[in-house]
C-alpha cells in the first residue's frame, strides 16, 4: 500500500509545506521505500511510496504528465496495466516506466473519468490539473483503498487516513458522537460515510468527485452493484463462468516486482487462492515463490486441512506463533493504525501476520477474507437458501437440501420453520413501531454506556429487533 495526503488552499494561499511534511511523515508506514512531494497553483501534494511494480525511480510520485499539467498521486493496483499499456501505446502514448501509476496517468490523459469502468484492481487516487486549477479523484468499485477528505474555511484535503489529517493540524477534529453511540449501543461500522470525528468524511466506494480551489465539490456515483447487476447476462453454466472469472483474477494479482504470499487458513476462501496460485507457477518454483503465511493457534485448530494444501501445493508455511497476552498488547497499535474501532480481533491478528510476511520480505499478500460469503461456506448461507425454496414453492428441492445437510433434519426443519415465521412477523400489523420500540427499550438496559452518549443514539431504518 501507499499513502497520499493532497492540500487545496481556498484562499491563494501557499500550502504550508511544514504541514505538509508532517502529514506525509504520519502516513510512512504505508510506504517505506519513497517519498515525494509537489508544491504550487495553490495544491500541496505529498505522497509515501510501496514499490511493487518496477521497483526503480520511474515510478516515483506524485508524478507529473509529460506535458507538465497533471499531477497524480496513486494509492492501489491496476491489475490490466499491462493490456491498458497496450492500448495507449496504439493510441500513440510512450512510456518509461513498467509500472501501473505511469499507465493510470496516461489513462486519464487519454480519456478523462470514462477510464474508470476500463480499470480492474483497487485505488484510491486524485489527479490536479494545473491548467484548469481542478481536482479530481476517485475510489475503487469496493471501496478497497481507503480516501479520506475534509474541508474548513482555509483549505480542502484529501487524505490516506485520517490521522494524517489530524496529527499535522489540517483541521480541527472532535469525536463524532452520534458515530460512537451507533458503535457502541448497536455495532453499527463502516455503514455509510461517516467517521468516528467530526470533519472528516470516507469518500464513498464507486465514487468520483471534482473539486476547485473555491471548495465546490460535484460528487458522482459511477459504479454500483445494482446497477452492474442489470447488465451482467446469467452464463450458461455460472460455475465455470465463476471458476474461469476466479482464475483470471489470481492470475492478475500475481503480477508482482516483489514477493506474494498468501494468508492461509483451513478455510474456502484460502485454500481456492493457493492452490489457484500453485496451477499458475512453474512447478519448480512454487516452494521457493509461494509463502503461505498461517496463524496457528490449538483453540482452532486446522491445521490438517493446512497441512493437506501445503501437500498439495508446495506452498512454505510461514506460521505465526503468538500468545494471547502478545495480541492483547498490540491492541493500541492496531487502533493507532486504524484510525478507528475495528470488527474483531481478527483485524488484530491480521496485524501479526502482515508483520511476518514483512520479516520475510513479502510486500503483496492475497487474502481470502469475505471469500467464504461468496462461496457460500458458512451455515447460516443454507437456511437463508432454503426459505428461499420454501417461499417458491419447490419442496421437493427443499426437501433434498435438508437431507445432504450436516446434522439432523429435524433441526434443519427447525431452522426453515423459525426464519419463516420471523419473515412471516414482518409483515404483522404493528411490527413496525413494535420493532424500534424493543431496540429502544434493549438500548436502555445497556447500563455500561454514559446516558449523555446514549441521547446521541438514533434509530435506523431497517434496524434489527
Known sequence: MCGFVVVASLNSEQTDQGQLEHATAVLGHRGPDDSGYFSGDGVGIGFCRLSIFDLSSAGHQPMISPDGRYVLCFNGAIYNFEELRQDLVAKGHRFRSRGDTEVLLAAWVEWGANCLPRLNGMWAFVIFDRQTRRLFGARDRFGVKPLYWSRTDRSLVFASEIKAIRDAGLAPMSIDRVALADFLLEGRLDVDGRTFYEGPRQVPAGTQFEADLS???RWHRYWSIDEAAQSVDVPAD????FAHLFED??????????PVGVLLSGGLDSTSIVCSMARQLPGPAREHSLGALAYMDPQFDERAYIDATLGQTQAQLLPLDIAPGDVWDSVAAVIWHQDEPVHSVNAVLGYHLMRLA???????VLNGQGADETL?????????????LLRAGRLRTLHRSIRAANGTATDAWARVATASLYRALRWMPGYAALAPRRRRARIARASWVAPALKARWRPHEHADV
Do not use: N, Q
Not at 455460472?238 to 463462468?241: D, G, T
Open 376 to 388: 457460500a461456506g458458512y451455515p447460516d448461507f443454507f437456511s437463508v437458501y432454503r426459505l428461499e
Open 249 to 258: 483474477s489470481i492470475r492478475l494479482r500475481m503480477r508482482s516486482d516483489v
Open 215 to 217: 471548495g465546490r465539490l
Open 238 to 241: 455460472p460455475a465455470e463462468a
Open 358 to 364: 514483512r520479516s520475510h520480505g513479502i510486500k503483496v
